[in-house]
């Protein structure tokens, strides 16, 4: 089974060179951490950055230059800023090759919902709706089930959604799934993860074809 | 052209209860404290608010929320403010929430005399609902008007008594669409400087877009999420 981070890794697999990538808030983020070798990537962030760095060292935080998630951050050599409208003509116009984001249900057809529990937890959508509405590459990073256990990958979402029809793939704890027209098709077992496991897992349609093989992870 | 004013009181003296406001920034980030402070001091009720999020509990439009001086919301993610979260969820707030990227875009649009515009975000969403629907290129898309305000505040870097300005890092974000939308649009900047010593190459806002500007004072600039790596 894999921890965020290992979530992280798998989906930084999946960058490939002069990407430009949107990272959503919380497990995505770590995914800047993990770039592959001879890999080069861009990072967006949608307040209005394109090139976005690490954090900077204790003492030179600068309370004019954060991401999305509020955190400070640095510039890379080649950055550029703008306003809010331009960031989400970048997103809008689909000049951004990768959206990966966090979900609390996804279901078997690609609707998403992350962000809203009516009556108990009413956050706002930030730029969840514009990204998942077009892009047209979009990784879902998340858990498999939730605190209950219950399974975040449904049939049918039951919170309000974010998007329809919109995740391409879910990389979880558990598997690396594709979106098909026929429901969630597993590609790749976690390490120590069974096929049983993930069936009893997943409530949305699973499709298993041949052998699943293990993911690869340093 | 002199659009100078003494200071954030003479700024806000016209805005009155029941008006519309904007209010730039992105979190904490290029937020307007002065004037926030300023209509905190001046007391007056019923404002909506267009601001992509509703700062903190102790913190930018917090302090207004602080004193129930804010009726209406209209943003895209209020997470950081549990006030908020609580005067919306018991109904003492009415709230309306809103695609970061069609909130941008809405007051790009007022600001540029584009009444409306179709976008796909939100599609087969609550947001979608009453909304009309159009295909393009085979895509849903929704109909989004444009927004506009009685008083646009924005906060900039650098600033000229013509309007002209220059914003600093992300600090850019919401504020030179939602200058471009006010009736009215004042600015407070950090420093103010001499007509002709900001690039005309180099100006984000300008001034015809801007008809108050004064030098902030005591900016404060909290950092919400304080994040740092090794040496």
């Known amino acids: 089974m894999l921890d965020k981070k290992g979530i992280a890794k798998r989906i930084a697999q999946e960058l490939r060179h002069n990407w430009y990538v949107n990272l959503g808030i919380g497990i995505p983020t770590l995914i800047a951490n993990y770039i592959p070798e001879g890999i080069d990537v861009e990072f967006q962030s949608e307040n209005g950055i394109l090139g976005m760095g690490p954090f900077p060292f204790e003492g030179e935080e600068d309370a004019d230059m954060i991401n999305a998630g509020k955190q400070t951050i640095t510039p890379m050599p080649g950055a550029s800023i703008f306003d809010s409208a331009t960031s989400f003509a970048m997103i809008r116009g689909q000049h951004i090759q990768l959206t990966v984001l966090g979900a609390m249900e996804v279901a078997d057809n690609g609707d998403i919902a992350n962000w809203k529990i009516p009556g108990r937890m009413v956050k706002g959508m930030g730029g969840a709706m514009d990204l998942v509405a077009s892009a047209d590459n979009i990784i879902v990073a998340m858990m498999h089930t939730n605190k209950r256990g219950e399974s975040k990958l449904l049939r049918q979402c039951t919170l309000p959604l974010t998007g329809v029809k919109c995740v391409k793939k879910i990389v979880t704890n558990l598997a690396v799934l594709d979106v098909t027209p026929q429901g969630f098709k597993l590609i790749e077992r976690a390490p120590g993860v069974s096929v049983e496991e993930i069936k009893n897992a997943t409530e949305g349609r699973l499709i298993i074809e041949g052998d699943i093989p293990e993911m690869k992870i340093d | 052209m002199n659009k100078l004013v003494a ?106 005399g584009v009444p409306a515009f179709f976008t796909p975000a939100g599609y087969g969403t609550e947001v979608a609902i009453g909304k009309e629907v159009r295909y393009f290129n085979g895509k849903p898309h929704l109909l989004e008007h444009a927004l506009t305000a009685d008083f646009a505040i924005v906060k900039a870097w650098k600033g000229d008594r013509y309007g002209n300005l220059l914003f600093k890092g992300t600090a850019r974000n919401f504020n030179p669409l939602m200058a471009m939308a006010g009736k009215i649009t004042i600015a407070e900047v950090e420093e103010l400087v001499e007509p002709g010593e900001l690039d005309p190459n180099n100006i984000h806002t300008p001034g015809i877009f801007v008809q108050r500007i004064f030098q902030g004072e005591k900016y404060e600039k909290r950092i919400e999420q304080r994040t740092v790596r090794e040496r």
């Open chain 2, 7 to 112: 200071n954030a009181q003479q700024a806000v003296q016209d805005i009155e209860s029941g008006m519309t406001l904007m209010l730039g920034g992105f979190g904490l980030c290029g937020i307007p404290e002065n004037c926030i402070a300023a209509l905190v001091e001046k007391g007056i009720k019923d404002l909506t608010c267009i601001s992509n999020n509703a700062g903190v509990d102790d913190f930018g439009l917090g302090l207004l929320l602080q004193k129930r001086q804010i009726k209406k919301m209209i943003s895209s993610y209020v997470g950081e403010n549990d006030e908020f979260e609580r005067q919306m969820l018991s109904g003492e707030l009415e709230v309306d929430l809103i695609p970061q990227g069609s909130l941008a875009a809405r007051c790009q649009a007022g600001g540029s």
